[in-house]
């Protein structure tokens, strides 16, 4: 599959691009900044074992031309970024795996945007897009490191259920991964809300641990 991911030289993008291209997908990770991409594709591919697949550094505007795309951007300046791009992302799937949250002191706050989620806030700039939230409660570290040992469920949300199966499929094929339907696009604001809890966790016990849920077929 060819995959973009919109602002994804940050620690979660680049966890995800390295998951995704280790099972054979096509990555164009994007950047507001190209020359920035080229560098970080260039430390990923030193870093990580041999990839069935293949990552390219392009801009956030050449991202958005994939057949899938991935949000990966800072809270503060998604909006921003996709709304230009609504036209090369008409039909698509668009996954947000962004997440509002604030630092204070050893903790993460969740913060609430007025659309409830910012899944949501995605969709509203858009309307002709297949929004779907998910990749929230992934650890980057352990994401990018391919012999983590890394055994995750993803948490998958949307309004579309076509594509909510394709992005659950799409989970389900990375190593360590597992998909789960968790929805319509109204459980995103819980979903990203409870990811502060996760990193908070992580921060006080120094951990990268990962969202696992029990009394499921696996």
């Not at 099972?23 to 190209?34: F, I, K, N, P």
């Not at 050449?62 to 921003?80: E, F, H, K, R, Y």
């Not at 668009?94 to 806030?121: F, R, T």
Request: glycine share 10%; aromatic share 2%.
């Amino acid at each position: 599959m060819d995959i973009g991911i919109i602002g994804g030289t940050g620690p979660a993008g680049r966890g995800l691009a390295v998951r995704l291209a280790a099972v054979g997908h096509q990555v164009s990770l994007g950047s507001r900044d190209a020359a920035r991409a080229e560098v970080v594709v260039s430390e990923l591919l030193g870093r990580s074992r041999p990839l069935s697949g293949q990552v390219r550094a392009v801009s956030n505007e050449d991202a958005a031309q994939a057949g899938m795309v991935i949000v990966a951007t800072p809270w503060d300046s998604a909006l921003a970024t996709v709304k230009p791009l609504a036209e090369a992302l008409r039909d698509k799937v668009v996954i947000s795996m962004v997440n509002a949250l604030m630092k204070s002191g050893k903790e993460l706050w969740p913060l609430y945007p007025p659309q409830g989620s910012m899944a949501a806030a995605v969709a509203s700039v858009l309307p002709a897009s297949k929004v779907v939230g998910t990749f929230h409660h992934l650890p980057a570290a352990s994401m990018e490191d391919l012999d983590s040992g890394l055994e995750a469920d993803v948490l998958v949300c949307g309004d579309d259920r076509e594509a909510v199966a394709s992005v659950v499929e799409l989970s389900s094929s990375m190593e360590g991964l597992r998909g789960l339907d968790a929805g319509s696009l109204v459980q995103a604001g819980a979903i990203e809300a409870f990811t502060a809890t996760c990193i908070t966790i992580n921060i006080r016990h120094r951990v990268h641990s990962s969202l696992r849920l029990s009394g499921l077929d696996a």
